[in-house]
């Protein structure tokens, strides 16, 4: 199949950069949307803003993987699981950015990436595993009594947030084995766009049509959809998962920044030591992933099993903004990380 003009030119404008830039600005690009999307809460609410970011998100994704009528039932039970993640997104979408609006950016994607890193440590059968587990656990302590009130509903939402996206990861690596591609996913975010029009045009009637809404809900898809999915995708063609999960793990930093630069969300010291704490037990299960793959890969061997190519030195497939694959089992954040979508 022919490259188009614009593909061509996407490709040699993206080959320039370093892999490691790619994923941090997919990181950043995914925390501006989240900071960004509070400009136009007072006109369409949170529920207003998922909308319409799910809907044009839906739209870019499907024009991208053109998902065919007959692709979700190429499997059996392909369109209950294609469902099951559209629920699970909308549900996600629809916390998170509830939850911003009750407390800081920062804490609400410190405690959603504890959905996938509980994920990840479910699987542990290594002492050594608990470390990260008790570096996170004190990271939240100290995020949630560090200074700077946060209010429990806010706690509450991001919670059910981190709850929605860790279903919505073991979900998708079913969406994976039924569904080629990023067709499932595409449908996903449709369905996850029609779950929440209802909640959506109740709270904003006739502002969802305002062009200023309009405008930042386009700019919030495409920072926090279209170009992760896209940078990432690109970046783990080139760098190990290893690195790729440790630039990741600055996602709730990157998250506080921008919510003190955009939103004037301050947070006390104490609590950006809660946010360090939790990115750094992300970088400690992940190097920990890491040596517990290459130890079981040692066993294989010595029993007379194909050793394969080394876990950190081959790309693995994008779980952190394209569901369309997961790897088993689960043995650090990076491959229990999900799309931003």
């Given at each position: 199949?022919?490259?188009?003009?614009?593909?061509?030119?996407?490709?040699?404008?993206?080959?320039?950069?370093?892999?490691?830039?790619?994923?941090?600005?997919?990181?950043?690009?995914?925390?501006?949307?989240?900071?960004?999307?509070?400009?136009?809460?007072?006109?369409?609410?949170?529920?207003?803003?998922?909308?319409?970011?799910?809907?044009?998100?839906?739209?870019?994704?499907?024009?991208?993987?053109?998902?065919?009528?007959?692709?979700?039932?190429?499997?059996?039970?392909?369109?209950?699981?294609?469902?099951?993640?559209?629920?699970?997104?909308?549900?996600?979408?629809?916390?998170?950015?509830?939850?911003?609006?009750?407390?800081?950016?920062?804490?609400?994607?410190?405690?959603?990436?504890?959905?996938?890193?509980?994920?990840?440590?479910?699987?542990?059968?290594?002492?050594?595993?608990?470390?990260?587990?008790?570096?996170?656990?004190?990271?939240?302590?100290?995020?949630?009594?560090?200074?700077?009130?946060?209010?429990?509903?806010?706690?509450?939402?991001?919670?059910?947030?981190?709850?929605?996206?860790?279903?919505?990861?073991?979900?998708?690596?079913?969406?994976?084995?039924?569904?080629?591609?990023?067709?499932?996913?595409?449908?996903?975010?449709?369905?996850?766009?029609?779950?929440?029009?209802?909640?959506?045009?109740?709270?904003?009637?006739?502002?969802?049509?305002?062009?200023?809404?309009?405008?930042?809900?386009?700019?919030?898809?495409?920072?926090?959809?279209?170009?992760?999915?896209?940078?990432?995708?690109?970046?783990?063609?080139?760098?190990?998962?290893?690195?790729?999960?440790?630039?990741?793990?600055?996602?709730?930093?990157?998250?506080?920044?921008?919510?003190?630069?955009?939103?004037?969300?301050?947070?006390?010291?104490?609590?950006?030591?809660?946010?360090?704490?939790?990115?750094?037990?992300?970088?400690?299960?992940?190097?920990?992933?890491?040596?517990?793959?290459?130890?079981a890969k040692r066993e294989r061997a010595a029993d007379g099993h194909p050793a394969g190519p080394a876990d950190d030195a081959?790309?693995?497939?994008?779980?952190?903004?394209?569901?369309?694959?997961?790897?088993?089992?689960?043995?650090?954040?990076?491959?229990?990380?999900?799309?931003?979508?």
């Open positions: 199949m022919k490259q188009g003009s614009t593909t061509r030119a996407y490709t040699a404008a993206v080959g320039k950069i370093p892999a490691p830039g790619l994923v941090l600005g997919g990181v950043c690009g995914i925390q501006f949307g989240a900071a960004f999307a509070p400009r136009v809460y007072p006109q369409v609410g949170a529920a207003g803003v998922v909308f319409l970011r799910l809907l044009i998100a839906g739209v870019l994704l499907c024009l991208v993987w053109r998902p065919r009528r007959q692709a979700p039932g190429t499997a059996r039970g392909a369109w209950r699981v294609v469902l099951g993640a559209g629920v699970l997104l909308a549900g996600h979408h629809l916390a998170f950015y509830e939850a911003v609006r009750h407390i800081p950016l920062g804490a609400v994607a410190t405690i959603e990436f504890l959905g996938p890193f509980a994920i990840a440590l479910a699987g542990s059968r290594r002492a050594a595993d608990l470390l990260p587990a008790c570096l996170a656990a004190g990271g939240v302590l100290l995020l949630g009594g560090g200074g700077v009130p946060l209010a429990p509903g806010g706690l509450a939402l991001a919670a059910v947030a981190a709850c929605c996206w860790a279903g919505y990861i073991l979900v998708s690596s079913r969406m994976a084995q039924r569904v080629s591609g990023g067709q499932g996913l595409a449908v996903a975010v449709l369905l996850a766009a029609l779950l929440s029009a209802p909640y959506g045009i109740a709270r904003a009637r006739s502002a969802l049509l305002d062009p200023h809404v309009l405008w930042v809900a386009a700019v919030v898809a495409v920072a926090s959809s279209v170009l992760p999915y896209s940078l990432n995708l690109e970046a783990l063609r080139r760098i190990p998962p290893r690195v790729f999960g440790v630039l990741t793990s600055l996602e709730p930093a990157v998250g506080a920044l921008f919510g003190l630069l955009i939103l004037g969300q301050r947070l006390a010291w104490p609590q950006w030591l809660g946010i360090a704490a939790v990115a750094c037990a992300s970088v400690a299960a992940t190097f920990l992933g890491v040596g517990e793959r290459r130890g081959t790309p693995a497939p994008d779980t952190h903004n394209n569901p369309t694959s997961l790897p088993a089992p689960l043995t650090s954040p990076l491959d229990a990380s999900g799309p931003h979508l």
